[in-house]
């Protein structure tokens, strides 16, 4: 039972364009959602995140919004540069969760030039 | 900067050997994890720790274990490695509580079992 879900497997953008890259949650209890970036044969790293009882968090080109009603979020990339090509992971935590992070499957990312 | 370091970049192994996977953390991290990453699948835990000498059993632990009995460093324990256990595996860690800021991980490493 998936409790965080990236239903897309991959995504093709144009450079300049924005990419828009989406997650689904089944567990109302969490408290922070995270996006992770991975290149090949490195490690993810940290991206962005947002808190629960927040519904938008900016930081450069990137932004996060939060759809708790509807149990989704999604990250914004504008405008987005093929240096963004990489996999990008959706991430949960919450208390019912203790210290772990739960992660969506991936979305596969390719900025065109 | 945190950094996790991982031993090796590349492995490969042969079937039924026993593998050694090292992990140190230089930022005093009380949580250290185990994650496998296969296409399709994302990011699967293998094992966790909340301090030293403290141990638990993540989604997929069968065939593997580990060791954490300083808090810098975790390693991972292949038994006896088999072919379905080629993965690239990433250790992670993080402060005790739950945070925005979620885990650092290490740069990986890919394992092959021939």
């Known amino acids: 039972d998936q409790q965080v879900k990236q239903n897309s497997p991959s995504l093709s953008v144009q450079e300049g364009r924005i990419s828009i890259l989406n997650c689904d949650y089944t567990?109302?209890?969490?408290?922070?959602f995270l996006w992770y970036k991975k290149y090949p044969a490195e490690g993810p790293t940290f991206l962005i995140s947002?808190?629960?009882?927040?519904d938008k968090n900016e930081d450069g080109r990137f932004t996060v919004f939060l759809n708790k009603s509807a149990k989704h979020l999604s990250l914004h990339i504008v405008p987005s540069q093929p240096g963004d090509s990489a996999v990008y992971f959706c991430a949960a935590s919450g208390m019912e969760y203790g210290n772990k992070l739960v992660f969506g499957a991936g979305t596969i990312l390719r900025v065109k030039s | 900067d945190v950094k996790v370091t991982q031993s090796s970049r590349y492995l490969v192994k042969r079937t039924g050997e026993k593998v050694f996977l090292e992990c140190v953390q230089d930022?005093?991290?009380?949580?250290m994890f185990w994650y496998r990453q296969d296409p399709g699948l994302g990011l699967r835990l293998i094992y966790f720790?909340?301090?030293?000498?403290?141990?638990e059993k993540g989604d997929i632990p069968e065939g593997y274990s580990v060791s954490r009995e300083k808090k810098e460093r975790f390693s991972l324990i292949l038994e006896s490695a088999s072919t379905n256990q080629t993965s690239m595996y990433l250790c992670?860690?993080?402060?005790?509580?739950?945070?925005?800021?979620?885990?650092?991980f290490g740069s990986g490493t890919r394992l092959t079992v021939v």
């Open positions: 930022m005093d991290h009380e949580n």
């Open positions: 992670a860690s993080s402060f005790r509580g739950i945070d925005e800021n979620g885990y650092t």
């Open positions: 567990n109302s209890m969490f408290d922070y």
């Open positions: 720790s909340y301090d030293v000498k403290m141990k």
């Open positions: 947002i808190s629960s009882i927040k």
